[in-house]
């Protein structure tokens, strides 16, 4: 036993957990309770539900809100949507189940008290795009968590959770989960018939534009640790177009958000020249893709593309024209608000740069990779779809249910479903959560055991990492670098570099190809011998380590999945540059992958592409 090892272990029994406090989970742990009055229901969380995950800062928009109480939008419109932005590519039946119910999620935010804004003129709510609704969300957040907190059991906040635990009765069926305190220290051993994961997307895999003291300025949430996949990956749940990364053009340095500006105030953008230059692109993007450019509207990646191209050309910076719509107070106060609402590091951005929108127009920059499920992209873990709507085999037990036996997912977490965002993540944990009732109950006296002798050797390697440094520590008299362990940071800066460098990162302008995907696992390979001896001096670094490792085994998936799909699906999120073309014969089709724990392999396949939804 080793110096840490003797932590307390805490056991928490529950029927079921959810693993990440953010929307999904919240809806999760609503929805549990509203089917399952008498079940044992448990959120485990990361940091402190009451402000955690992507929304802790709030947003200025619900993204995913269809309107059908004024004919606005059916879901069905939804599912073409994102459906032609993605390139051909999603699950209609997950995309389809979620739209049909996201309506009833919104009218439940309202309720609970959050100031969606009116039209005036009609009383609905006020648009600021086809599917975007405007808030005052500051407080989204927390207005959100506490009905998630009224309806579980217990919340478990600050809690890191490393490892699923499976069953050891019947192989392929999850038993719980086990994690760290990040503020006692202890050991927490969660028993449960039925996990749903919910921990987020996954920043910080790729290099970010700002290094160094600027590292935490990344678009998506930098706690976002890849936890979500990582985690199911791990037990070797299946997971789909992982390859799927998104780049996004922000506001440079303070990743401010666009939608806003463009569909709401009207700006638009031009090249450093005052040009508008998407125009120049369109044939040389129709060899590319074919007939995907003409559609409307034009999907992200495309858009992307143009503006990459644009700069590679020589006429960047490209700017946001802002100084015509700023000259009406009302837009330039809307303007402001959207990131005092959510963004407020890009308004103190301008402040220190001196920029003024209504006297210079700012740059826009794209930015580096992320790997999400819930927004214009869709990695994430492969799921059983709708008892009612999904094709047979995209079911194979209950909605939701990833390809391990009791183990479910919202969100961020499951693949193939772009474009839910806040409202439509608390949905999906919705149904995930009703489905886990069911299979809870009925699982009857079938319950799921620990193997109690896998706690302790998963205890000593939780730990390990604070083992390594207390020992290894005294090696050295100063600094940071020793013979015998390696700091969570150092070994993050070295993922990066590798994702960034070989697998499509900003500094080889978003392309890869085989040579370099098979270079990239190999120093992946070499990252993950050293990862036993990360060094860990305190409970937060040991958060760090595990994160690390989450962040590591993902960017892996993400490799694997990239290598296997041999086409350019998505110019302008990532360039295969020996197959650049999109190739609808071949690839219209999801990928997926499975991880073998024991032997390290990944075992790749393709499955089809239903299109349900003419
Ligand atoms: C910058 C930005 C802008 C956005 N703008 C909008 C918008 O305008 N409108 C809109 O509708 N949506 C928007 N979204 C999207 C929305 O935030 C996400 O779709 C949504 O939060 C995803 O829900 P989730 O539950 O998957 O992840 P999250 O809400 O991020 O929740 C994940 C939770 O898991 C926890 N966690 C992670 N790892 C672990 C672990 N190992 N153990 C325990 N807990 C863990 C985290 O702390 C977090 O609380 C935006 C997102 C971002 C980042």
């Known amino acids: 036993m080793g110096l840490f090892t003797s932590r307390k272990t805490v056991f928490v029994d529950s029927d079921i957990l959810v693993i990440g406090g953010g929307f999904g989970g919240c809806g999760a742990a609503y929805e549990s309770r509203y089917w399952g009055r008498d079940k044992k229901i448990v959120i485990v969380e990361k940091a402190n539900i009451e402000r955690s995950g992507a929304v802790a800062q709030g947003l200025y928009a619900i993204n995913c809100y269809m309107g059908m109480q004024w004919g606005e939008n059916q879901p069905e419109d939804h599912v073409r949507y994102a459906r032609n932005d993605l390139m051909g590519l999603v699950r209609e039946d997950l995309g389809y189940d979620i739209a049909r119910h996201v309506d009833a999620t919104v009218h439940?935010?309202?309720?609970?008290?959050?100031?969606?804004?009116?039209?005036?003129?009609?009383?609905?709510?006020?648009?600021?795009?086809?599917?975007?609704?405007?808030?005052?969300?500051?407080?989204?957040?927390?207005?959100?968590?506490?009905?998630?907190?009224?309806?579980?059991?217990?919340?478990?906040?600050?809690?890191?959770?490393t490892h699923l635990l499976m069953d050891e009765t019947r192989p392929n069926r999850v038993a719980g989960a086990v994690g760290f305190s990040v503020r006692d220290g202890n050991f927490y051993v969660f028993r449960s018939k039925a996990v749903i994961v919910t921990a987020g997307g996954a920043s910080h895999i790729f290099k970010p534009h700002s290094v160094g003291e600027g590292m935490g300025r990344t678009w998506y949430a930098p706690w976002s640790s890849a936890s979500a996949y990582a985690l199911p990956i791990q037990v070797g749940a299946k997971m789909t177009q992982m390859e799927n990364r998104i780049v996004l053009t922000r506001f440079k340095d303070g990743y401010g958000p666009v939608g806003a500006y463009f569909l709401h105030l009207k700006t638009y953008t031009e090249n450093a020249y005052g040009d508008d230059y998407e125009a120049t692109w369109y044939d040389s993007i129709k060899q590319l893709v074919g007939d995907y450019v003409d559609h409307q509207p034009v999907p992200t990646c495309l858009r992307n593309h143009a503006f990459l191209e644009e700069i590679k050309a020589g006429r960047g910076p490209i700017r946001m024209v802002t100084k015509e719509a700023f000259k009406d107070p009302h837009k330039e106060t809307v303007g402001w608000e959207n990131f005092l609402g959510m963004t407020i590091g890009q308004a103190v951005v301008w402040a220190s740069q001196n920029i003024d929108p209504k006297e210079t127009n700012p740059e826009l920059i794209m930015s580096e990779p992320y790997v999400m499920g819930s927004h214009a992209t869709c990695s994430g873990a492969w799921a059983s779809g709708p008892e009612d709507y999904a094709p047979s085999d995209y079911q194979w037990g209950y909605n939701r249910m990833m390809t391990v036996d009791g183990l479910f997912g919202a969100g961020d977490t499951i693949g193939g479903t772009a474009h839910k965002f806040s409202s439509g993540s608390f949905t999906e944990g919705r149904i995930a959560g009703k489905a886990a009732v069911r299979y809870v109950n009925d699982l009857g006296s079938d319950q799921p055991r620990v193997d109690e002798t896998e706690l302790d050797g998963l205890k000593t390697m939780v730990y390990q990492p604070m083992e390594n440094y207390a020992i290894g520590r005294n090696e050295i008299v100063a600094g940071t670098v020793s013979p015998s362990y390696l700091l969570p940071l150092h070994g993050l800066q070295r993922l990066e570099k590798i994702m960034d460098?070989?697998?499509?990162?900003?500094?080889?302008?978003?392309?890869?190809?085989?040579?370099?995907?098979?270079?990239?696992?190999?120093?992946?390979?070499?990252?993950?011998?050293?990862?036993?001896?990360?060094?860990?001096?305190?409970?937060?670094?040991?958060?760090?380590?595990?994160?690390?490792?989450?962040?590591?085994?993902?960017?892996?998936?993400?490799?694997?999945?990239?290598?296997?799909?041999?086409?350019?699906?998505?110019?302008?999120?990532?360039?295969?540059?020996?197959?650049?073309?999109?190739?609808?014969?071949?690839?219209?089709?999801?990928?997926?992958?499975?991880?073998?724990?024991?032997?390290?392999?990944?075992?790749?396949?393709?499955?089809?592409?239903h299109h349900i939804i003419d």
Request: contains cysteine; glycine residues 6%; aromatic residues 12%.
């Open 501 to 609: 460098e070989y697998v499509g990162g900003t500094s080889t302008n978003y392309l890869t190809n085989e040579p370099m995907l098979t270079r990239g696992l190999e120093l992946l390979t070499m990252l993950k011998e050293d990862l036993p001896h990360l060094g860990a001096d305190s409970l937060h670094e040991l958060m760090r380590a595990w994160e690390l490792q989450h962040r590591v085994l993902t960017s892996e998936c993400v490799t694997q999945h990239t290598l296997f799909r041999e086409e350019t699906r998505w110019p302008g999120y990532y360039y295969r540059a020996d197959h650049p073309r999109l190739d609808d014969t071949d690839w219209h089709c999801f990928t997926l992958s499975r991880y073998d724990a024991e032997s390290g392999e990944w075992a790749m396949e393709k499955a089809p592409v």
């Open 108 to 161: 439940m935010f309202e309720e609970w008290g959050l100031p969606i804004m009116k039209d005036e003129e009609t009383g609905r709510y006020k648009r600021e795009g086809k599917w975007q609704i405007m808030i005052h969300g500051e407080s989204y957040k927390p207005i959100i968590a506490e009905a998630a907190c009224k309806a579980a059991t217990k919340v478990y906040n600050r809690i890191m959770v």
